[in-house]
């Protein structure tokens, strides 16, 4: 469970980092306030990256490591099918294609494919390291001693 958080919150924080940088070059240095006043704003801000942290664990319980290339193609691909799909929306009820839809079209693929590619960076490469417990003093005096025979007898035959 910890390890899903791990890439689910990475996922979202790579995935905040163009709203922001976006809200800033627009809005100036108070820009990312506008995300604290439009609470609704925040579903469209983490979770496309949370999204993409969800696909990448999804993808490290398949494979032992997952690359760099591979974690940011995974990112832009899934981020730019989603705006593939959020502009298609954008037609008009008598199936007519709004004015300038190829430059939003174009506008939101890279803009989500740099998202979700950040996104991707994000994301640890491959699992975690699981760690053993450790052993109790008695279980390590216990090793130690049976190596000491075993090193014992390996001398008594040599002899």
């Given at each position: 469970?910890?390890?899903?958080?791990?890439?689910?919150?990475?996922?979202?924080?790579?995935?905040?980092?163009?709203?922001?940088?976006?809200?800033?070059?627009?809005?100036?240095?108070?820009?990312?306030?506008f995300l604290?006043?439009?609470?609704?704003?925040?579903?469209?801000?983490?979770?496309p990256?949370?999204l993409?942290?969800?696909?990448?664990w999804?993808?490290?319980?398949?494979?032992?490591?997952l690359?760099?290339?591979?974690?940011?193609?995974t990112g832009a691909?899934?981020?730019?099918?989603?705006?593939?799909?959020?502009?298609?929306d954008?037609?008009?009820?008598n199936?007519?294609?709004?004015?300038?839809?190829?430059?939003?079209l174009?506008?939101?693929v890279?803009?989500?494919?740099?998202?979700?590619?950040?996104?991707?960076?994000?994301?640890?490469?491959?699992?975690f390291?699981?760690?053993?417990?450790?052993?109790t003093?008695?279980?390590?005096?216990?090793m130690?001693?049976?190596?000491?025979?075993?090193?014992?007898?390996?001398?008594?035959?040599?002899?």
């Open positions: 469970m910890i390890e899903f958080l791990k890439y689910v919150l990475r996922g979202m924080l790579g995935g905040m980092i163009v709203p922001i940088l976006w809200s800033i070059l627009l809005f100036g240095l108070g820009g990312p306030l604290v006043y439009f609470s609704d704003s925040w579903k469209y801000v983490l979770g990256g949370a993409v942290g969800l696909l990448i999804l993808c490290s319980l398949v494979f032992e490591r690359g760099l290339i591979a974690r940011i193609a691909r899934v981020l730019s099918a989603i705006a593939m799909i959020r502009s298609l954008s037609y008009l009820p199936g007519e294609r709004p004015p300038h839809f190829g430059q939003t174009a506008w939101f890279v803009n989500f494919a740099v998202s979700g590619a950040l996104s991707g960076l994000a994301c640890p490469g491959g699992r390291p699981k760690r053993e417990p450790k052993l003093y008695r279980e390590r005096v216990r130690y001693e049976e190596a000491e025979a075993e090193a014992k007898r390996a001398r008594e035959r040599l002899r």
